[in-house]
């Protein structure tokens, strides 16, 4: 078979008959479809700066479109800028394509794209209709070597990666890629290294064009242009086109699969030889590239090709699932891995049961030998290269392991010795109880031999842990080592307790030291503050004294100031024995924590329901006097605010104001004595107004602004209430700093220019026998304003009544 051969282009000669564009020739018996296919494929248009070149110099900058696509026909067609037609119009171009059913078997082996710059390719009109089909088509310049040395000085070669990526994922998913380089030559090269280093038959697979005037209507893989070409992706073709600038060096956000990192490590001349190797490891029926990662992974790994974990983890699954290879290959490829460095320890352990499957005992023997033998120091040693431990299950290696560990265990000290015992827990070792709980004790002395002035166990405290939960002779020896530190450091218990990582002393181990409970739940609320409340009554319980002292506080509850939040104070005091006893400090704690501001609303009922509580004996005597009265008072001047039916009774509440020290019940008095106050009726303004000078400035501030807020809002619809009307007339008896002065001269002239007439009326009346000179003022706001409608319509009625009688003439509607 051979190669069919179509010219298309803008001709007066051809199969149309007339001048135009047309097939100007074509081989004998090609089908309809393949020139259907051809015309489609081969539409060019050249960059606007290019489109009026003429000479041949200017012709060759144009870019050169080399489109490739396989199938049945596959059609491999070049395209070229020719500038004008017969009729000296510009725009036109030259198509010469070939097609054949079968590409792989009519080009021996030739991949598509290096047909660039072939000699096979033609760009003039043929004066016959009838072209000859081609046997012997021969590739272009492009090689692996060549390829290879333009990657090598390409300033963006690192792009290689992310555009394996994108490609695999075209392949996968019928997207396009889009590639913008500086010339459709720079172009092909790219696409070359793709075709190279992609498993043979996907890039066999591969359609492509090197040159495309509008890139993002293409629906091959691979499609490149130059910069000028703008190409604007919109939102519909997002998840369609991968784009990379490989003159920009921009890339899309891909994750780059690992089979794609592994073939960037592929020298590009070695890749022919690296597939045909490959080969030999695969059925033929592989179903897409990934599934080519095992196999080529393992053929990497037999040149030296350091393999990364996903690479190691391809070839083992590769071998996992085939089980039809033959046991020298199966071999072959477990050495060339176990020749890789730093083999996971779970990989290893693959090997060998890989190596015993596939009838290779010796070498299932020499992995476990080095394993043990030389991974144990390594491991001791705490070296980078150390892997996980291999479990021994054979009795008798197990044994010799055994020994061999436990000469050195005895002379390990700190973290090495802990991971001998991570390394025994892992190999399925059992020590000897005896020389566990020994040597337990052993370590944890040198530990903890400084353990007051230097915290020796910092960085050991997961071993450490993982140690005494696995080795429960190792816990015991430990557990003896630390109690009998404290025997040689008396007091200093706590201190020691704070060098042991959480949780590996417990209860269980004080059971017969209980005069190191205490110290011991200090410790443990030191690490969990949220068990203070839980603890202390544990504490107090375990005393039996019924006495709170300063020092225990300090202890559970370091760097609050020695008090709590009233709302600490509520949650934990409801919790505790009433009939306990606090000692000075203790009790000084208590009423700090009382006495302290209740600066929001949250805070004050806090306060307010810890008052409930302490006001009840006999919880009612742990405070201090001045706490206990704060206390009283608080309760009841609350019983007070919400009982006062007047604004009177209120006011008399400032006679028996709180005491400096006691901040919650100022706050109360604060918080809430300013809207009760507006909320109820001023029956004497003269006795009331003087009290409410009374005030604290906040106090006055808010209690102002109420009213200033209320008066605001008086308006036709809106009349003023008799309580307000009644506070603003005491309030203008108050005597007042300069500041709440102003604000009460504000708020009163607001009501004189806004207020409608009734209303400023009514206030006027009521601030008469309370302040004649605003009530005077008032009047004089009142008078000044312009008459109301029907103030007008009531003068012009009786001189209506007057005219009438005069006069029977009715009035004039107009006047």
Same mark, same amino acid.
């Given at each position: 078979?051979?190669?069919?051969?179509?010219?298309?282009?803008?001709?007066?000669?051809?199969?149309?008959?007339?001048?135009?564009?047309?097939?100007?020739?074509?081989?004998?018996?090609?089908?309809?479809?393949?020139?259907?296919?051809?015309?489609?494929?081969?539409?060019?248009?050249?960059? @606007?700066?290019?489109?009026?070149?003429?000479?041949?110099?200017?012709?060759?900058?144009?870019?050169?479109?080399?489109?490739?696509?396989?199938?049945?026909?596959?059609?491999?067609?070049? &395209?070229?800028?020719?500038?004008?037609?017969?009729?000296?119009?510009?725009?036109?171009?030259?198509?010469?394509?070939?097609?054949?059913?079968?590409?792989?078997?009519?080009?021996?082996?030739?991949?598509?794209?290096?047909?660039?710059?072939?000699?096979?390719?033609?760009?003039?009109?043929?004066?016959?209709?009838?072209?000859?089909?081609?046997?012997?088509?021969?590739?272009?310049?492009?090689?692996?070597?060549?390829?290879?040395?333009?990657?090598?000085?390409?300033?963006?070669?690192?792009?290689?990666?992310?555009?394996?990526?994108?490609?695999?994922?075209?392949?996968?998913?019928?997207?396009? &890629?889009?590639?913008?380089?500086?010339?459709?030559?720079?172009?092909?090269?790219?696409?070359?290294?793709?075709?190279?280093?992609?498993?043979?038959?996907?890039?066999?697979?591969?359609?492509?064009?090197?040159?495309?005037?509008?890139?993002? =209507?293409?629906?091959?893989?691979?499609?490149?242009?130059?910069?000028?070409? @703008?190409?604007?992706?919109?939102?519909?073709?997002?998840?369609?086109?991968?784009?990379?600038?490989?003159?920009?060096?921009?890339?899309?956000?891909?994750?780059?699969?690992?089979?794609?990192?592994?073939?960037? =490590?592929?020298?590009?001349?070695?890749?022919?030889?690296?597939?045909?190797?490959?080969?030999?490891?695969?059925?033929?029926?592989?179903?897409? !590239?990934?599934?080519?990662?095992?196999?080529?992974?393992?053929?990497?790994?037999?040149?030296?090709?350091?393999?990364?974990?996903?690479?190691?983890?391809?070839?083992?699954?590769?071998?996992?699932?085939?089980?039809?290879? #033959?046991?020298?290959?199966?071999?072959?490829?477990?050495?060339?891995?176990?020749?890789?460095?730093?083999?996971?320890?779970?990989?290893?352990?693959?090997?060998?049961?890989?190596?015993?499957?596939?009838?290779?005992?010796?070498?299932?023997?020499?992995?476990?030998?080095?394993?043990?033998?030389?991974?144990?120091?390594?491991?001791?040693?705490?070296?980078?290269?150390?892997?996980?431990?291999?479990?021994?299950?054979?009795?008798?290696?197990?044994?010799?392991?055994?020994?061999?560990?436990?000469?050195?265990?005895?002379?390990?000290?700190?973290?090495?010795?802990?991971?001998?015992?991570?390394?025994?827990?892992?190999?399925?070792?059992?020590? #000897?109880?005896?020389?566990?709980?020994?040597?337990?004790?052993?370590?944890?002395?040198?530990?903890?031999?400084?353990?007051?002035?230097?915290?020796?166990?910092?960085?050991?405290?997961?071993?450490?842990?993982?140690?005494?939960?696995?080795?429960?002779?190792?816990?015991?020896?430990?557990?003896?080592?630390?109690?009998?530190?404290?025997?040689?450091?008396?007091?200093?218990?706590?201190?020691?307790?704070?060098?042991?990582?959480?949780?590996?002393?417990?209860?269980?181990?004080?059971?017969?030291?209980?005069?190191?409970?205490?110290?011991?739940?200090? &410790?443990?609320?030191?690490?969990?503050?949220?068990?203070?409340?839980?603890?202390?009554? =544990?504490?107090?319980?375990?005393?039996?004294?019924?006495?709170?002292?300063?020092?225990?506080? /300090?202890?559970?509850? !370091?760097?609050?100031?020695?008090?709590?939040?009233?709302?600490?104070?509520?949650?934990?005091?409801?919790?505790?024995?009433?009939?306990?006893?606090?000692?000075?400090?203790?009790?000084?704690?208590?009423?700090?924590?009382?006495? /302290?501001?209740? #600066?929001?609303?949250?805070?004050?009922?806090?306060?307010?329901?810890?008052?409930?509580?302490?006001?009840?004996?006999?919880?009612?005597?742990?405070?201090?006097?001045?706490?206990?009265?704060?206390?009283?008072?608080?309760?009841?001047?609350?019983?007070?605010?919400?009982?006062?039916?007047?604004?009177?009774?209120?006011?008399?509440?400032?006679?028996?104001?709180?005491?400096?020290?006691?901040?919650?019940?100022?706050?109360?008095?604060? @918080?809430?004595?300013?809207?009760?106050?507006?909320?109820?009726?001023?029956?004497?303004?003269?006795?009331?107004?003087?009290?409410?000078?009374?005030?604290?400035?906040?106090?006055?501030?808010?209690?102002?602004?109420?009213?200033?807020?209320?008066?605001?809002? &008086?308006?036709?619809?809106?009349?003023?209430?008799?309580?307000?009307?009644?506070?603003?007339?005491?309030?203008?008896?108050?005597?007042?700093?300069? =500041?709440?002065?102003?604000?009460?001269?504000?708020?009163?002239?607001?009501?004189?220019? @806004?207020?409608?007439?009734?209303?400023?009326?009514?206030?006027?009346?009521?601030?008469?026998?309370?302040?004649?000179?605003?009530?005077?003022?008032?009047?004089?706001?009142?008078?000044?304003?312009?008459?109301?409608?029907?103030?007008?319509?009531?003068?012009?009625?009786?001189?209506?009544?007057?005219?009438?009688?005069?006069?029977?003439?009715?009035?004039?509607?107009?006047?």
């Amino acid at each position: 078979m051979a190669f069919q051969q179509l010219y298309y282009t803008s001709c007066e000669h051809g199969l149309s008959g007339f001048s135009g564009y047309q097939f100007n020739a074509v081989s004998p018996d090609t089908p309809a479809e393949t020139r259907h296919l051809v015309e489609s494929l081969t539409a060019y248009e050249p960059p @606007r700066s290019l489109l009026n070149s003429q000479t041949p110099q200017e012709l060759a900058r144009c870019p050169v479109n080399l489109v490739h696509v396989p199938g049945s026909p596959c059609v491999s067609a070049q &395209v070229r800028y020719v500038g004008r037609d017969s009729a000296r119009r510009v725009g036109n171009y030259f198509a010469h394509a070939l097609s054949t059913p079968d590409f792989d078997r009519d080009g021996d082996g030739l991949l598509g794209i290096e047909l660039w710059d072939s000699e096979v390719w033609r760009s003039t009109p043929s004066p016959s209709t009838v072209l000859p089909e081609l046997a012997d088509v021969r590739p272009g310049p492009l090689s692996r070597a060549a390829v290879g040395r333009f990657l090598h000085g390409h300033p963006h070669r690192d792009l290689l990666g992310p555009l394996l990526a994108a490609t695999l994922d075209a392949l996968a998913h019928r997207r396009t &890629v889009l590639l913008v380089e500086q010339d459709s030559t720079r172009v092909a090269h790219w696409i070359a290294a793709l075709c190279y280093l992609l498993p043979p038959p996907a890039a066999r697979r591969l359609s492509f064009a090197t040159y495309l005037h509008r890139p993002d =209507r293409g629906r091959l893989h691979l499609v490149g242009t130059v910069p000028e070409i @703008r190409i604007d992706l919109g939102p519909e073709h997002q998840d369609a086109f991968h784009l990379l600038d490989l003159v920009q060096g921009r890339a899309p956000e891909l994750t780059v699969p690992p089979l794609a990192r592994l073939l960037t =490590r592929i020298d590009l001349p070695a890749t022919r030889i690296f597939w045909a190797r490959a080969a030999e490891h695969l059925r033929g029926d592989e179903p897409d !590239p990934d599934a080519w990662h095992g196999p080529a992974a393992a053929t990497a790994a037999a040149a030296g090709t350091p393999l990364t974990e996903p690479d190691i983890a391809a070839v083992i699954g590769w071998l996992r699932h085939s089980d039809d290879l #033959p046991a020298p290959v199966v071999g072959a490829v477990l050495h060339d891995l176990h020749r890789q460095q730093r083999l996971r320890r779970d990989r290893l352990t693959e090997l060998i049961g890989m190596s015993k499957a596939a009838g290779l005992p010796e070498f299932a023997q020499q992995l476990t030998g080095e394993v043990v033998e030389h991974d144990l120091l390594l491991f001791r040693d705490g070296s980078p290269q150390a892997l996980d431990p291999v479990r021994i299950d054979d009795p008798e290696q197990r044994l010799r392991c055994t020994s061999l560990w436990l000469n050195h265990f005895q002379e390990a000290h700190g973290a090495a010795a802990l991971r001998l015992l991570a390394w025994a827990d892992g190999a399925g070792l059992e020590p #000897p109880e005896h020389e566990l709980a020994r040597h337990g004790a052993r370590i944890t002395e040198r530990l903890l031999a400084t353990a007051v002035t230097a915290a020796a166990p910092v960085g050991l405290e997961q071993p450490l842990t993982a140690a005494a939960r696995r080795w429960p002779a190792f816990r015991q020896g430990l557990a003896g080592a630390v109690l009998g530190l404290e025997q040689g450091r008396p007091g200093q218990f706590r201190e020691v307790l704070r060098t042991l990582p959480p949780g590996l002393l417990t209860e269980d181990d004080l059971a017969e030291r209980p005069d190191l409970l205490e110290d011991f739940l200090v &410790v443990e609320v030191e690490r969990h503050r949220a068990r203070a409340g839980a603890t202390l009554v =544990r504490i107090l319980a375990a005393r039996g004294s019924g006495e709170v002292d300063l020092t225990l506080l /300090q202890s559970l509850w !370091p760097g609050h100031g020695n008090r709590w939040s009233h709302a600490e104070a509520h949650t934990l005091l409801r919790r505790l024995p009433p009939d306990l006893h606090w000692t000075g400090g203790a009790g000084q704690w208590l009423a700090a924590t009382v006495l /302290q501001d209740a #600066p929001g609303p949250l805070e004050l009922a806090a306060f307010l329901q810890l008052a409930e509580l302490l006001s009840r004996p006999p919880r009612a005597d742990w405070l201090p006097a001045d706490a206990q009265a704060c206390v009283g008072y608080a309760l009841k001047l609350r019983t007070a605010i919400e009982q006062a039916r007047t604004a009177d009774q209120l006011a008399e509440l400032l006679d028996d104001r709180p005491a400096d020290g006691w901040l919650p019940a100022q706050a109360l008095l604060r @918080r809430h004595l300013p809207r009760a106050l507006t909320d109820r009726m001023v029956h004497q303004p003269a006795v009331t107004g003087p009290l409410l000078g009374r005030l604290d400035g906040p106090t006055t501030a808010d209690y102002l602004a109420r009213l200033d807020e209320q008066t605001r809002r &008086v308006s036709r619809t809106a009349p003023a209430g008799e309580p307000l009307i009644s506070h603003l007339t005491a309030v203008a008896r108050a005597k007042l700093a300069e =500041r709440p002065r102003a604000r009460v001269v504000a708020i009163l002239t607001h009501a004189g220019n @806004r207020w409608p007439p009734a209303d400023l009326a009514r206030l006027a009346e009521a601030m008469r026998p309370v302040h004649r000179g605003w009530a005077d003022a008032l009047d004089r706001a009142l008078a000044k304003r312009p008459p109301t409608l029907t103030q007008r319509l009531t003068r012009w009625l009786p001189d209506r009544r007057t005219r009438a009688d005069r006069s029977p003439t009715p009035p004039n509607p107009q006047e």
